[in-house]
């Protein structure tokens, strides 16, 4: 049996309240939007990208407490990373979303190393909920390719 | 004395004689435990569960009958042949249709929209022309006209909703015109829970002489449905709505326009005689019932048909209505709760919102106690557009649900806002 508190951790529900880089980022030079029609979570992501360096990195949008803490915490994780370190990262926690160790050799699926991203383990046991949790990275890779589409989870 | 007080657990059980405890029992699927609680089946507008009668109906076709229809050279295909047509008489019974030549067998309600889309759409729909919908529509209610409106240069016209989510029936007498070719509306709301005018709709249609389609996916489980009553020109519903199995549907059309469509799709059954250079199609209904059909299902429905009606429509309706008022009741005193959705006239469904906290989180909150709601868009997205919610949580009631379910879920609303609003 799932329990919920391995969903709904205080760091997440922390996030929900008050996320963090929630708003419209002036300096952005990548955008990308992010939609799941199944819950009608939309979200839009500013990067501010030079020097192959995520400069700074905001979002904005209406979601779901897990994927709201999921972008919160992601912008929070790539904010001064470089960009191949960030793409490194979206494979790493998508891994672990979905419990698959072999999507990149690198990888562990248990959240090590993955500093607080790893509160995110406990949702694969809620497979309904995966998507919620992937949509910002999903929407992050969008715009750090330069996607002109918005990405959607289905 | 604690009888005619009755109990908190059945508030008008008296009044209506109700015995939903044995009803239960008639559906086995209810009594199953998820997350380590009893399940409380709430997601009854998405689909109903099955009474064992419908079950028995299936396993009996597949276990003794089971052959194809209309190919009469054997006992089995002749058995198969009688059950499937005898379901077709059920339906038209259920409908109160003139004949079973105006009940034609389709996947689902989606499948019979399309076919009047394709048929009678195609045909008697040109440029410049219009369809009237109304804003309430499930999204299978919307795009096939989008499409043939798109193919045709038709445009389509929608009747507006105010804020409780009852049509604003001045609109629609205004939106009906000279280029009117159809009125496709839905009798029930699956997202709000309205029950629309369907009478005074078709009737200020026919003032127009224009034919009006009936969306009764959401209707048929909940009320008795007389289409002569109702004067539609055409009526659709879904078997797994209805108590039924899935894949099987109906369009019910009056003869006359049955008559004058074209067929939907090609293939065997449909046909009388096939050369290459000519083929003359079947008569009705079989010239819309290309290919083998669902056998097993059309049983299937015929056999929750018979249920409903040995339960009684008018009983159900009032029962369902007995647990909406009790529903409503609960969940206006959950802080933070909004319902979404009170028209003047609802059927047994309750949209909500809740202050702070995400519809998607509220279903899986749900979920961990049992409780199985829908939260999302419902098919039905202009509708969360007209009451600007991205999403709502939906609990949608059928005959089996009890007052104390409802409970459980006004408990379970609470616990979510505690666990994530706080």
Redesign the interface.
């Known amino acids: 049996m799932t329990d919920l508190r391995d969903l709904y951790q205080q760091v997440i529900l922390d996030h929900n309240r008050k996320p963090r880089n929630f708003r419209v980022l002036e300096s952005a030079n990548r955008t990308a939007e992010g939609y799941n029609p199944l819950c009608g979570d939309q979200m839009k992501l500013y990067l501010d990208v030079e020097d192959g360096m995520i400069k700074d990195a905001a979002f904005q949008g209406k979601g779901c407490a897990i994927s709201k803490a999921s972008a919160s915490l992601m912008t929070a994780a790539v904010i001064g990373k470089p960009v191949d370190e960030a793409e490194a990262l979206f494979r790493r926690v998508h891994a672990m979303l979905t419990g698959d160790a072999t999507a990149s050799r690198d990888t562990s699926n248990d959240g090590d190393g993955l500093g607080k991203l790893a509160v995110f383990a406990g949702v694969r046991e809620f497979p309904s909920r995966i998507k919620c949790a992937s949509l910002p990275w999903h929407t992050l890779r969008a715009a750090l390719s330069g996607a002109r589409e918005a990405v959607t989870t289905e | 004395m604690s009888t005619l007080l009755g109990s908190s657990r059945a508030p008008g059980a008296a009044t209506t004689g109700w015995d939903v405890e044995r009803i239960r029992r008639d559906f086995p699927a209810l009594h199953q435990h998820v997350?380590?609680k009893p399940l409380v089946y709430l997601d009854n507008a998405a689909t109903s569960q099955k009474p064992q009668a419908v079950i028995d109906a299936l396993t009996a076709y597949y276990t003794r009958d089971n052959a194809n229809v209309h190919r009469g050279v054997h006992l089995l295909s002749e058995r198969a042949t009688d059950a499937y047509e005898n379901a077709r008489r059920r339906i038209q019974r259920h409908l109160n249709a003139v004949s079973p030549r105006e009940i034609v067998f389709v996947r689902q309600a989606t499948e019979a929209i399309n076919l009047v889309m394709a048929s009678f759409g195609r045909t008697l729909v040109g440029a410049g022309d219009e369809i009237v919908i109304s804003a309430l529509e499930h999204h299978a209610n919307i795009v096939p006209w989008q499409m043939l409106c798109e193919e045709k240069g038709a445009s389509l016209k929608v009747v507006p909703v105010d804020d409780r989510g009852d049509l604003i029936m001045d609109a629609y007498a205004r939106l009906l015109g000279p280029r009117t070719r159809l009125v496709a509306i839905t009798q029930v709301s699956n997202a709000l829970g309205t029950i629309t005018p369907i009478g005074e709709i078709i009737r200020l249609a026919h003032r127009e002489s224009i034919p009006v389609l009936v969306d009764g996916a959401q209707a048929a489980p909940h009320q008795a449905i007389d289409v002569q009553v109702l004067d539609c020109d055409f009526f659709v519903f879904s078997g797994h709505k209805t108590y039924g199995p899935t894949g099987i549907g109906v369009l019910y059309g009056k003869e006359s326009w049955l008559e004058r469509m074209p067929p939907y799709q090609g293939g065997g059954d449909m046909i009388k005689m096939v050369t290459f250079e000519k083929t003359i199609y079947n008569d009705l209904p079989y010239k819309f019932e290309a290919g083998t059909p669902h056998i097993a299902g059309a049983i299937g429905l015929a056999a929750a048909l018979e249920y409903l009606a040995g339960l009684g429509l008018d009983r159900i309706t009032a029962w369902e209505h007995e647990l909406l008022e009790h529903g409503t009741k609960l969940l206006q005193a959950v802080a933070g709760v909004r319902l979404v959705g009170t028209a003047r006239r609802k059927a047994a469904v309750l949209s909500f919102v809740v202050d702070g906290?995400?519809?998607?989180?509220v279903g899986?909150?749900l979920d961990?106690d049992g409780v199985a709601v829908r939260?999302?868009?419902h098919c039905a997205m202009p509708v969360?557009a007209r009451f600007g919610v991205?999403?709502t949580v939906r609990a949608s009631l059928g005959l089996y649900n009890t007052p104390g379910e409802l409970e459980t879920l006004a408990r379970a609303v609470r616990m979510a806002r505690e666990?994530?609003g706080?």
Request: aromatic share 0%.
């Open positions: 997350h380590g906290v995400h519809a998607h989180d899986t909150i961990h939260a999302g868009h969360m991205p999403a666990i994530i706080g």
